[in-house]
T-cell receptor, first 117, second 115 residues
Framework: ETGVTQTPRHLVMGMTNKKSLKCEQH?????MYWYKQSAKKPLELMFV???????ENNSVPSRFSPECPNSSHLFLHLHTLQPEDSALYLC????????????????FGPGTRLTVL | AQSVTQLGSHVSVSEGALVLLRCNYS??????LFWYVQYPNQGLQLLLK??????LVKGINGFEAEFKKSETSFHLTKPSAHMSDAAEYFC?????????????FGKGTKLSVIP
């Protein structure tokens, strides 16, 4: 595997289900991100982890719970979601953990298309 | 706080014609600027980035963008459109400085290429 991978690619869940999204980066990066991409809205940054420590949490509802067990893996645990949470969830990674470098470009995975019924 | 405005949610060009996708930004400090492309059912791929080294930035697939501070613009161009350029394009800004992880994205411009 190369780059950033995400599983599953598609997920349909009911409002009472609990599921998890998985992201793995094979780039040796130190920072990982979760984004939400909804139709007709800009990409929204949800969480940032740097060296496995959460450094940003952009007012995301508690029904979304991130986990970063090591610098290569990132999870997004989902529970009691709402239909408006249906979206494409994108994971990304970047090299620089301090966000200092001008070359701290983010590499994205293909996303998980989530549908909440 | 920084923000990005992309003019035109949908742009259509003929194959072989000039591609021009517009991006204007606002930022209180010198920004880093990016263009990403997203093909259907895929994640975002970096096309090019501006990091103050040069105002004209060349990217992949024949795209380039020019940073114009006086106009707070970072428009994306390609001299001759190809069918494979049909995709959605996102302009993004990140402030410079420590701890500046957050990319602020525009709403995107969907490019259609007509044969």
């Amino acid at each position: 595997e190369t780059g950033v991978t995400q599983t599953p690619r598609h997920l349909v869940m009911g409002m009472t289900n609990k599921k998890s999204l998985k992201c793995e980066q094979h780039l040796g990066h130190n920072a990982m991100y979760w984004y939400k991409q909804s139709a007709k809205k800009p990409l929204e940054l949800m969480f940032v982890y740097s060296l496995e420590e959460r450094v940003e949490n952009n007012s995301v509802p508690s029904r979304f719970s991130p986990e970063c067990p090591n610098s290569s893996h990132l999870f997004l645990h989902l529970h009691t979601l709402q239909p408006e949470d249906s979206a494409l969830y994108l994971c990304a990674s970047s090299q620089d953990p301090a966000g200092l470098s001008s070359y701290n470009e983010q590499f994205f995975g293909p996303g998980t298309r989530l549908t909440v019924l | 706080a920084q923000s990005v405005t992309q003019l035109g949610s949908h742009v259509s060009v003929s194959e072989g014609a000039l591609v021009l996708l517009r991006c204007n930004y606002s930022s209180s400090v010198p920004p880093y600027l990016f263009w990403y492309v997203q093909y259907p059912n895929q994640g975002l791929q970096l096309l090019l980035k501006y990091t103050s080294a040069a105002t004209l930035v060349k990217g992949i697939n024949g795209f380039e963008a020019e940073f114009k501070k006086s106009e707070t613009s970072f428009h994306l161009t390609k001299p001759s459109a190809h069918m494979s350029d049909a995709a959605e394009y996102f302009c993004a800004v990140r402030r410079s400085g420590a701890g500046s992880y957050q990319l602020t994205f525009g709403k995107g411009t969907k490019l259609s290429v007509i044969p």
